[in-house]
């Protein structure tokens, strides 16, 4: 996580980096702060490091912070932009930049407390993923390309979205205990498991999956398995 502070004044600077610092340590939350001194700087910045959210004061000299947020615009659509102002004149062309909110000054810690909240909030979480040792080597899989799991023989085979499928030596409960988590995944039965997310049908006792392949359902599993998978493409329909 990447922010950067927006104003002309040094000691207007300083001061927000160490009040947001306070505020994302109470959070366990790590994140580069960078100060910078105009709109021209935060632009140059910008080009080879893109921000998470930006902190843009609105009149500073030379470009102002909401001509620095139209410029932005025009390239990158996901910084999070909150103007600091002392008046909020300018709200519908923040409007117009999509400005995540404006902080009036002066504002109080819990202003921004419930900012930074909503800041992380908007964030996109990072895919989750799991080690699993095949070879030898440890492998990093992330969740989204499992297809599904089955247990035999002592070994766990793991179909890929990347067509691959990978063997590794573990027991099945500790390999989806923390997929189980997960609203994707769905234990078909003893030893199998499947991602709901490159499922594309439900028939005949089996999921249909995106890569061809069918993941059978135990019997007593077969209507738990049809509302799961239902209740996922609601899910994913409304999201």
Do not use: W
């Amino acid at each position: 996580m990447r922010i950067a502070i927006v104003d002309d004044l040094a000691e207007e600077r300083a001061l927000l980096k160490t009040r947001l610092e306070r505020q994302l340590a109470r959070r366990g939350v790590q994140a580069e702060l960078l100060e910078l001194e105009s709109s021209e700087a935060f632009l140059a910045a910008e080009k080879t490091q893109r921000f998470t959210s930006a902190f843009l004061d609105i009149y500073m000299d030379g470009m102002s912070g909401m001509d620095a947020a139209r410029e932005l615009r025009k390239t990158n659509t996901d910084c999070l932009l909150i103007f600091t102002t002392t008046s909020t004149d300018h709200a519908l062309e923040g409007f117009q930049v999509r400005a995540l909110h404006y902080l009036v000054k002066p504002f109080s810690d819990a202003e921004l407390s419930g900012l930074v909240d909503e800041m992380l909030a908007k964030l996109p979480r990072p895919e989750p993923s799991l080690s699993v040792k095949v070879c030898g080597s440890d492998v990093r899989l992330r969740y989204r390309d499992i297809i599904s799991a089955e247990h035999f023989a002592h070994m766990i085979n793991v179909r890929t979205t990347a067509g691959k499928t990978l063997a590794t030596r573990q027991s099945f409960k500790v390999f989806t205990e923390p997929l189980k988590k997960d609203p994707r995944f769905f234990v078909c039965g003893r030893g199998v498991i499947v991602n709901l997310e490159h499922a594309a049908d439900f028939q005949d006792a089996a999921f249909c999956m995106t890569d061809g392949s069918r993941v059978y359902v135990s019997q007593e599993l077969l209507k738990p398995a049809r509302q799961a998978f239902m209740e996922f493409l609601l899910q994913r329909g409304q999201g």
